[in-house]
């Protein structure tokens, strides 16, 4: 169980049988995983507007009810309510937290710095923040390839020829059947072996591109989609046009713990305050129809992406405010800082691929 489900299931209840009955079902339903899953629980756990089983959204209503189901099974006497539902997915939300990047990644751009808040006694938004930095610091290790080797196969082989009549050559082929098996278990062995060496190589060379292609980028100061240098976009546009140019080059979950450094030296300055309306109104058309190329933004795991998505409906201006803002309970005039806005909208990119 986790350290910290103790305190958030407090809020229901100090019955410790009861609690040991979520937590089962807490496991059972973290021994599988769907985005679908990913976007319910977050709408749970924040309260959003949005509900938790959608608008006539199968995906998000079956996960729903198999979350459901999952206490149910655990607990036949257990009664639903809002409160305990958010607590439940909360813990849920614990589980996934230990090794789940993309969990912790929906639970910080629902959270979309600070725009949400949770009526929780544990900090879910700090312990997915403490995964992103755990995760993206181990899942760069470079393997010690000096030791990466594979050892000469070995295997013992004494054939019984008891059974051989050396005028019948038929005879001898249970001897080189036994022999065959015998080669045949050492090559499998070998081959096993081989693979997971090239595997490591090939995981040192993948995080060796990603490096390098962030560090040619930033040098370059050039942004990749928009093809324009860095110094010719606009304040306003940097967030989200660097962001997405950034999100793009990241192949490793859930990105480099360098990721507001590189956003730093990119031009993107952690100071002062820009609005999300106004970095969504200050993209391109063009840019924007780009950035929405086959996503489906969700207005809470996502909320920049689906004020880009009205904005679109609508035309750049004021128009899209009112509409965007009531959906997601996100205030029309909210503001953070340019390089907060722009790893929000990174790993929006990273959540919704």
């Known amino acids: 169980m986790h ?5 958030l299931y407090s809020e229901i209840s100090t019955d410790g049988a009861q609690r040991a009955l979520r937590w089962t079902a807490i496991e059972a339903i973290t021994k599988s995983w769907t985005p679908a899953q990913g976007e319910m629980l977050a709408r749970l756990v924040f309260g959003t507007k949005s509900p938790p089983g959608g608008h006539q959204e199968d995906d998000l209503a079956g996960a729903l009810v198999a979350f459901h189901q999952a206490f149910s099974d655990a ?12 607590v439940l997915a909360a813990g849920v939300v614990l589980r996934y937290l230990d090794y789940h990047s993309l969990v912790a ?12 808040k949770l009526a929780l006694p544990v900090d879910l938004v700090t312990l997915a923040e403490n995964t992103l930095s755990k995760l993206g610091a181990s899942r760069r290790i470079r393997p010690d390839l000096s030791k990466i080797s594979i050892p000469d196969p070995e295997f013992a082989f004494e054939p019984d020829f008891a059974g051989v009549v050396h005028s019948s050559p038929s005879t001898f082929k249970t001897v080189f059947d036994q022999f065959t098996e015998t080669v045949g278990e050492a090559l ?3 081959v ?16 060796a591109d990603e490096e390098l292609d962030l560090l040619s980028w930033v040098l370059g100061q050039r942004s990749l989609l928009s093809n324009q240098s860095f110094a010719d976009l606009l304040p306003g546009e940097k967030p989200l046009v660097l962001a997405r140019d950034l999100a793009s080059l990241t192949k490793i979950y859930p990105g480099p713990n360098s990721i507001p450094g590189l956003l ?20 391109s058309d063009d840019w924007t129809s ?3 190329k086959g996503r489906k933004p969700s207005p809470v795991t996502s909320p920049v992406h689906f004020a880009l998505l009205r904005r679109q409906e609508t035309g750049a201006g004021e128009g899209w405010y009112a509409g965007w803002s009531a959906i997601t309970g996100i205030d029309g005039g909210f503001n953070m800082s340019p390089i907060a806005l722009a790893e929000q909208f990174y790993r929006e990119n990273l959540w919704l691929r």
Do not use: M
């Open 264 to 283: 730093s030296r990119a031009g993107i300055k952690a100071t002062g305050k820009i609005k999300i309306a106004d970095a969504v109104n200050a993209v």
């Open 290 to 292: 780009a950035a929405l």
């Open 188 to 190: 499998i062995d070998l």
């Open 3 to 7: 350290a910290d489900f103790p305190k």
């Open 192 to 207: 096993g072996r081989f693979n997971e060496s090239t595997k490591l190589l090939v995981e040192a060379g993948k995080k």
């Open 105 to 116: 990644l929906a639970v910080t751009t629902t959270a979309c710095g600070g725009a949400r």
């Open 75 to 86: 607990d036949p006497s257990i009664e639903q309510g809002a409160r305990q539902n958010q």
